[in-house]
């Protein structure tokens, strides 16, 4: 426990304090009369480094680009592979878990070891890996790397240790599961076709034994031969030959029959008495020719299945085969069940589908009762049981991606009443029409963890959908969905102006923001608009509010460059629109200029809300002179002052909701009133206006500067910024709402370059849509650091704002990126503290603004909320991210809220409702009410400490001088405070408060594309998330006890299983039922294959098996699951050795036998007869 002493000077007039050479933190104001006594500050800090560590917890969503899918019958588990190389694997729910290959290459199939705990991927790198899944965090136990031969198709025979590797080449390789070495027994393709065959087969598409006999090894090559390779003889028993490619073979559970399925759209079924040609072809979707002629040719089925049951006709089951007239057709999957054929539709198109039957035995009757369909962007299960094929329920959160994922947020220890109450709401919107059934992925088991606590994702949508999350346990459940487009007209295209202006995502949301207390809910759109939402559980029809804001600064021409800047100048796109040519919409013309318009139309008549949230307040952002309203940088709602802020590039709004009007519309430099830092200066004289006696907006001066050694500073671009210049549009796409890239470099949010080849800065036109086509958070990706050179530092942005840079350099048209309510001081002479709205902006300036807020209820929907900006003024160098407010203790100070009350409630005359606030004042965790409070301002480059009101800086830490911070929050962890910031090379650091002492520096997570950047939260209780890939959520913890209990957290993948034992009895073996066994161990042994060629393959051992013992040394269900192997081991060894010992007393009775005839031939004859 270290105590950190501050000794407060003097609080004098505006005596700037610097700290260890960091920029002047100081008020303009006068000097104080009434200051608090300066004493010494102690806080007493229990956060170390050792209380964090960074580990990854659970993904959430569906795998994005998904390539393969398996399936354990016994086990009832489900592994999905992907292009990244990622591996999924469910069971029921709260049984799912995330392994990654590390080289990354995609996984082309997937093979359980049924019910033994392990799984076999095959990469696009030719590598084969065993997977340990015995143990919660499967591991890697050994990998084949292939150097010769590229791997096409894997089979594993049920209960058998040796694996049938077919390859590109049209060989076929036998793998030791066990020991993961190449058996020296290889299938030549030349062998296997007839030596009369002049062409090459092609790539092995199929391998499969014959449920009849183990020892006949089916292999379907590419060009349409099919050959059964008798595994003891070493020779092909016959051969087939067909026109057509195929693309699998499926065999009927007999071994007398197996079925084709080919790229012209047809069946082929094939008896083994008479292979010269098949005994049935269909095409199941094509059209029959009048004249008897071959059907016409369709689209390829690329896979067939066909299963058998008892008391009906056999299912077959395929994907494709349509036919070529039926255009803009979806994928289907065609269920054919005696003389009826279903065509599903899928919304997606099938990567893969699975038959899942009751039997792990190919050589038993089936018994279908699901079908798993892997999509490219869903995954359902299809119910065989019913004659309507409905599909089952999925447990799993597989539609967080149903829209794309433009914005999330993450609530933990929310209110434990928040969660059903959200849930019941939900639950009466739910789709109808699903199967009965369970579930039929059952596997694995999951327990409820010791430390669970209410935790709330929010997701914000490009549809602009809102979905809330159950997230406790480190589970997702949906529980609430929120249409905001709801609010407005649907746009129409005859109208002229919504067709220019509004693309694909018009609702699109950029931000939220959710008080769980008070049920308060904010969106911010794409479209400069803000929606209030209020929680009832009672449906209501309400007119919604709507208020039009005119936000928008002067813009002054600047001067032209000269020719030489014009040649070097670049200009940024985001900005400002291509000049248009005569007569375009585009053009400034009187007709064409737009004024006082919104970006969309709220609906003006009453709309009746069903129970949930229910909008309340529309705010807009107005067309000015034909320009359209900049995008919404900045939001914060607080319930006790029923007040909300929002900011942009412009300025600043603040909107009381109770009383529904705006209070402040200023522009940023407005703000500053004669205390700005940076003395700006205009170019060209203002134009004077006539402003109207009701609008209050205020207009700042704004200069722009054409020098291109200089840069246009902004923090923040469109959420979904893309170029209208389609030569430009790979450019784009690397950059980044918060970043920007020189000569390959990740740069700083806070400036950007200007555009090549343009002459001179231009107003936008008045055609130009305020955003363009949204994308989801994870549209864009960064480029990797280049080494630095000099012209790369010189182009880099990595200096960002700091009170050294001139202002010729600064862009005055100043964003406010971020806002907060607090119970606060706003000039140094304030003696208690009052409500306060702190505002940060892109030039590294904290601004705090004073509220007078009534106390009286009756008052407060009456009298007038006064807003008045003051002259405190705080600089920081680079652009603000957040704050936080703590006591001179240390502890956090909330955010003051009002009790929820249902607006639509039924009134009570004995009860009247009224407001309740809890208010969190510094001051009522303190015995003296004049000690002020500790303020905590981070930037994209610093994080400093104020004391207040004294405005004296007492911490600052340079956080990054490389790169700049991307997201930084003040969470509480272990019962204490400290700041959370997540940097743009990845790294992760953790700084205690108030000393912002580092504690953690990790470089965790690198910063591959912008929706990490834009997704990434963090949250209290040491948990933070972000969204991996555009359909996946990725869980993580900071803190050192979340990481230890993970591991019971986390469910059990194996769970030790009898294996069903094969149907036995004389009929079955009478009509050839039965599979004859052999041994593959006699034929693919070191002792009668010999050893592959070392160049062939290598073998990699993994790290997989000790920490797999380890992991199932913790409980029973590993002792049970050790005790089954070494019994399994232990039983096997001794079947060997028993066999072993019959072979040695067979071998000397031979012996014996052979040396006594001789014996008794040589017995009689002389010496010399030899």
Known sequence: MKKFRKVLD?????????????????????????????????????LVSENFQICKTVRHGFPHQPTALAFDPVQKIIAIGSRTGGVRILGRPGVDCYCQHDSGAAVLQLQFLINEGALVTACADDTLHLWNLRQKRPAILHSLKFN?????????????????????????????????????????????????????????????????????????????????????????????????????????????????????????????RNTAKPFQLTFPHGRTQRDGRKPESCKPILKVEYKTTRNSEPFIIFSGGLSYDKANRRPTLTIMHGKSITALEMDHPIVEFLVLCETPYSNEVQEP?????????????????????????????????????????????????????????GAKHKKQGYSHKEWPVSGGTWTLGGQTYPEIIITGHADGSIKFWDASAITLQMLYKLKTSKVFEKPKMGDGRVAELVEEDPFAVQMVSWCPQSRLFCVVGISAHVILYRFSRHDATTEITALEVRLQCDVEEPISPSETEANTGLLDASLHSPQHPPGSPGSATPDSVRDSIPCLRVKNRPIRMPPGYQADLVVQLLWVDGEPPQQITSLHLNSAYSLLALGNCNGLVVVDYLQKNVLLCMSTLELYGSNDPYQRLARSPRKSRQFAADNICMRGLSNFYSDSKKRIRTSY?????????????????????????????????????????????NRRGPSRPPFRKVQSAACMEVSLPAPHTEESRENSFSRSRSSSVSSIDRETKEAVTVLRFMESYARKVDAVPSACLWVGTSLGVVLVIALSIPTDEEERLEEPVTVMPSSTVLTIKGSVLTFGSLDCNGSLVSNPYE????????????????????????????????????????????????????????????????????????????????????????????????????????????????RIARTFCFTEGGQALYLSSPTEIQRMAYSQDMCDSLQEMLGELFTPVETPEAQKGFLKGFFGGNAQTFDREELF?????GKASRS??????????LEGMKAAAGGVVGDLARARMAAEERGQRLGELEERTALMMSSADMFSRHAHELMLKYKDKKWYQF
């Open 369 to 425: 009762y699901a079908v798993a369909v892997l999509l490219e962007k869903d995954f359902i299960v299809v119910d065989l049981t019913q004659s309507n094929y409905p599909i089952f329920e999925n447990p799993y959160p597989m539609d967080i991606h149903e829209s794309p994922v433009t914005c999330t947020a993450y609530f933990a220890d929310c209110p434990p009443e928040i969660i059903p109450v959200l849930y019941s709401i």
């Open 1096 to 1105: 062939l393959a290598q073998h990699i051992p993994g790290q997989g098996g």
């Open 148 to 272: 010769r031969e590229c791997i096409t198709f894997c089979h594993l025979p049920f209960q058998s240790k040796w694996l049938y590797v077919g390859t590109e080449r049209g060989n076929t390789h036998i793998v030791n599961i066990e020991s993961f070495v190449l058996s020296g027994y290889v299938i030549m393709w030349n062998k296997a076709i007839e030596l009369s065959t002049k062409t090459h087969p092609g790539p092995v598409v199929h391998l499969s034994d014959s449920p009849r006999d183990e020892g006949k090894l089916l292999i379907g090559f590419e060009s349409g031969t099919v050959v059964q390779w008798d595994l003891r003889a070493k020779k092909a028993d016959f051969r087939i030959y067909y026109d057509e490619a195929i693309h699998s073979v499926s065999w009927h559970h007999e071994g007398k029959q197996f079925m084709c399925s080919h790229s012209d759209g047809s069946l082929t079924t094939w008896s083994l």
């Open 1085 to 1089: 042994g070191e002792a009668a294959a």
């Open 717 to 761: 671009q469109s959420l979904t910024e893309l170029t209208d210049n389609q030569v430009s549009l790979e450019l784009d796409r690397s950059r980044s709402p918060t970043s920007d890239h020189v000569n390959g470099h990740c740069t700083s949010p806070t400036s950007q370059p200007y555009g090549a080849g343009r002459p001179k800065l």
């Open 10 to 46: 003097g609080l004098t007039t505006s005596s700037p304090v610097n700290i260890g050479g960091a920029p002047l933190c100081s008020s303009t104001a006068g000097t104080p009369t009434a200051a608090p006594t300066p004493r010494e500050i102690e806080v007493v800090e229990t």
């Open 899 to 1010: 009790v929820w009350r249902d607006p639509h409630a039924p009134e009570d005359p004995d009860c009247p409702r009224r407001r309740k606030l809890v208010n969190f004042s510094p001051s009522t965790s303190q015995e003296m009410s004049g000690e002020g409070h500790l303020a905590v301002v981070c930037s994209e480059k610093q994080a400093k400490v104020f004391l207040m009101p004294a405005q004296t800086c007492l911490y600052v830490h340079h956080i990054t001088e490389s790169s700049f911070v991307l997201r930084a929050d003040v969470v509480s962890v272990y019962n204490s405070v400290c700041l959370a910031c997540f940097c743009a090379n990845g790294h992760v650091m953790m700084l205690s408060l108030p000393s912002l002492r580092p504690l953690l520096d990790v470089n965790f997570l690198p910063l591959t594309d912008m």
